[in-house]
């Protein structure tokens, strides 16, 4: 795909006046354009005499040659006095930040060559022009892209609907990424159009950790809304499978749990309570009783705990070294886990192990919803998901050590992303350090897990963790700290501050880091009938399944 000549290219919308490579560049607008057609975070692209410049808009403002003008306006009748100032006397000018610089149709031996970060700038007047579709094809890449590279439709660029901007899915997968926005921005639907790109593209393995119902099974739309969506099960019956901790839940929702899950007290750690410190009100000393009954008593620390009578907490905190009111404490917050069905005190050997079926699906490369029903209460989410992370990723360092072993395709394990929502609680500065979640953030790209974080509080979450975060999608966020979060590490934070302070509250997200070349604002792509039809291929009808039939055997 090549773009058009200079001269030939159209919706010419201004020229450069000003700028610098450090803080942007301005245009004059276009007395023909109106300026309420150019809105920040849209795309525009500068022509200059070997590169086109790949830009975003970033700012709008009207200016005026002699201030006298403005002291002096004309009257609102006054439209031929309107007209003759309007383009000399008054203007619009436009900030741009070059994102992207590509050799244009002079440099035709450099064509082919991909986009390269912005080095230098155009010269005075060049030509401003909005992006096209070719423009953003060429940027972005597209789902039927010519050298084979994965790419995920996930919307349209604000102002060019109907024109696909894409994520590239094998970068994707590299590392950790994140959806960011307040409640009611359309969070769970912007993971559920990645997630459904990562598993129609069998691009990576999920296990979804689905503290609402709201990922396997169909859903109420965000919001309170009575339309319901097909959940992924629906969508890839044969690559999904859902796990229940509530099988009465999952039923009453129309389909059974392909497992139900039990969590064994002798399974649990005391690294695995650390997160639930805050929900729980526990201090940092009942963690550390929970350490030396662990030395004490090893696996049955937990039931040695939860069986002891108050009376007997005295006796077993002299027995431990452990502090005794902070004991009691612990089994007090403990104790409401006992009268959960999924959670069971008895000894989990000669039981079926949930981390061993789940490896058995993720080796056949089905993606999992853990499904909590009734048990949406976040200390039991908080914890199930620890416990069920630490394990797996202890497995996933295992298997990726055969692998680097024997280096047989066959032992490598399967790229593998752990969804979570409310992931500050898992990560937040204090904790980050002491769980899975913060390790797999970290230093778990090696062993072939990564992260898909989801939350409305990202300025909660540990910076290191914020850092190694690789694409971020972020809806609507109205806290000046959550925005500075979301910009961690970002070139042109200046910039894409004003972008996300303008993102409307539904069906907009900007998308920025490893999967996408550059930033880029989106109208997101609708959760609807013609999403379903493209995840799923289009289905034969029953009078072409006969003439197939006919044409094989007759």
Same mark, same amino acid.
């Given at each position: ?22 803080? /942007? ?5 276009? =007395? ?59 203007? =619009? ?27 230098? +700038? ?25 050298? /084979? ?54 691009? *990576? ?78 201090? *940092?000393?009942?963690?550390?009783? =929970? ?13 040695? +705990? ?6 007997? +907490? ?58 909590? /029903? ?57 904790? =980050? ?122």
């Amino acid at each position: 795909m090549t773009s058009p000549l200079p001269n030939d290219r159209p919706n010419k919308i201004g020229v450069i006046t000003q700028g610098s490579l450090s803080k /942007g560049l301005e245009m004059k607008l276009d =007395a023909s354009v109106s300026i309420e057609s150019v809105m920040s975070g849209t795309f525009a692209v500068i022509q200059g005499k070997e590169y086109d410049f790949f830009s975003m808009i970033t700012d709008v403002r009207i200016d005026a040659s002699n201030e006298d003008i403005l002291l002096y306006p004309p009257a609102q009748d006054d439209v031929l006095l309107r007209e003759i100032l309007q383009g000399d006397a008054t203007y =619009a000018t436009v900030s741009l930040k070059p994102m992207l610089m590509l050799p244009n149709q002079t440099n035709q031996e450099l064509l082919q060559e991909e986009a390269r970060s912005v080095k230098t +700038i155009p010269s005075h007047f060049s030509l401003v022009a909005k992006a096209t579709e070719d423009d953003i094809a060429r940027i972005f890449g597209h789902e039927t892209h010519a050298d /084979g590279t994965l790419y995920f439709h996930m919307g349209s660029p604000l102002g060019m609907d109907d024109i696909p901007v894409c994520i590239n899915l094998e970068r994707f997968v590299e590392r950790s990424n994140a959806v960011f926005g307040k409640t009611g921005t359309g969070k769970t639907f912007l993971t559920r159009l990645l997630l459904s790109g990562t598993i129609k593209n069998e691009r *990576a393995v999920n296990l979804i950790f689905d503290m609402h119902s709201e990922y396997g099974l169909g859903a109420g739309q965000e919001g309170g809304g009575k339309q319901f969506v097909k959940g992924l099960k629906e969508l890839f019956p044969s690559k999904v499978a859902v796990f229940s901790l509530d099988p009465q839940s999952t039923r009453r929702r129309g389909a059974a749990a392909d497992h139900d899950v039990y969590l064994y007290a002798d399974q649990i750690l005391p690294e695995d309570i650390m997160p639930l410190r805050d929900t729980l009100s526990l201090n *940092a000393t009942a963690a550390e009783s =929970a350490f030396l009954v662990r030395q004490r008593y090893k696996n049955q620390w937990l039931q040695r +705990i939860l069986d002891t009578d108050a009376a007997g +907490i005295e006796a077993l905190a002299e027995e431990c070294g452990a502090n005794q009111s902070s004991l009691g404490a612990l089994k007090r917050k403990l104790a409401p886990f006992t009268q959960y069905d999924f959670f069971l005190t008895e000894p989990s050997k000669g039981k079926q192990d949930i981390i061993k079926t789940l490896l058995e699906y993720i080796d056949q490369g089905k993606s999992i919803v853990l499904e909590f /029903g009734r048990y949406d209460a976040l200390k039991v989410y908080l914890l199930v998901a620890n416990v069920l992370t630490r394990r797996l990723r202890d497995a996933y360092e295992e298997k990726t050590s055969l692998y680097l072993q024997t280096r047989n395709e066959a032992d490598k394990p399967k790229p593998l992303i752990i969804t979570i929502e409310e992931a500050h609680k898992f990560l937040s500065p204090g904790i =980050a350090r002491e769980t899975p979640f913060g390790k797999i953030a970290r230093e778990m790209r090696k062993f072939f897990v990564s992260l898909l974080v989801v939350d409305q509080r990202p300025s909660a979450i540990d910076e290191e963790v914020l850092s190694q975060i690789g694409t971020k999608l972020v809806a609507q966020l109205s806290d000046e700290k959550d925005i500075n979060a979301t910009l961690v590490g970002t070139s042109n934070a200046s910039g894409l501050r004003q972008v996300l302070s303008s993102l409307d509250s539904k069906q907009q997200a900007l998308a920025l880091g490893h999967a996408v070349p550059m930033p880029v604002v989106m109208k997101t792509r609708m959760y609807d009938d013609d999403f379903y039809k493209a995840m799923q291929g289009e289905q034969a009808s029953f009078e072409d399944t006969k003439d197939e039939i006919k044409g094989l055997f007759y």
